[in-house]
C-alpha cells in the first residue's frame, strides 16, 4: 500500500511560478517509479511528468516540456513539480501517483487527492 499527500497548490499570476509537493508513506518509496497527472474542468486526466525510481530517467508531455521539473528525494518520501512560466491552460487539479514499478511502466496503482492549481490572466 502506498498513501500519498499533494500540496503547493494555490493562485498565481501568469509567468508566475509553484513547486508542487507529494508526500508518500507506506511501500519504501525508492521501490517505485512516479508521475504527474492533471485535469482541468470538463477535461480528461492528462499526463503531465514521470520520473523513475531513482530519479535518472525522466519524461513529460509536449505541453510543459522546457517550463515544468520533476524530481525527487528518496530521503524525505518527496516527490515534486517545479512549474515555471505558468499559463492560464495549466489550470487544473494536480494529482501525483505512483507506479507499480521502479522504472517509469505508465501503470500508476496509487494516487493522491489532488491539489488545485489556477492560473490568472
Known amino acids: 500500500q502506498v498513501q500519498l499527500v499533494e500540496s503547493g497548490g494555490g493562485l498565481v499570476q501568469a509567468g508566475g511560478s509553484l513547486r508542487l509537493s507529494c508526500a508518500a508513506s507506506?511501500?519504501?518509496?525508492?521501490?517505485?517509479?512516479m508521475g504527474w497527472f492533471r485535469q482541468a474542468p470538463g477535461k480528461e486526466r492528462e499526463f503531465v511528468a514521470s520520473?523513475?525510481?531513482?530519479?535518472?530517467?525522466?519524461y513529460y508531455a509536449d505541453s510543459v516540456k522546457g517550463r515544468f521539473t520533476i524530481s525527487r528525494d528518496n530521503a524525505k518520501n518527496t516527490l515534486y513539480l517545479q512549474m515555471n512560466s505558468l499559463k492560464p491552460e495549466d489550470t487544473a487539479v494536480y494529482y501525483c501517483?505512483?507506479?507499480?514499478?521502479?522504472?517509469?511502466?505508465?501503470?500508476?496503482?496509487?494516487w493522491g487527492q489532488g491539489t488545485q492549481v489556477t492560473v490568472s490572466s
Open positions: 501517483a505512483a507506479d507499480r514499478l521502479p522504472f517509469v511502466s505508465g501503470a500508476y496503482d496509487y
Open positions: 507506506g511501500r519504501a518509496f525508492s521501490s517505485y517509479a
Open positions: 520520473i523513475s525510481w531513482s530519479g535518472g530517467t525522466t
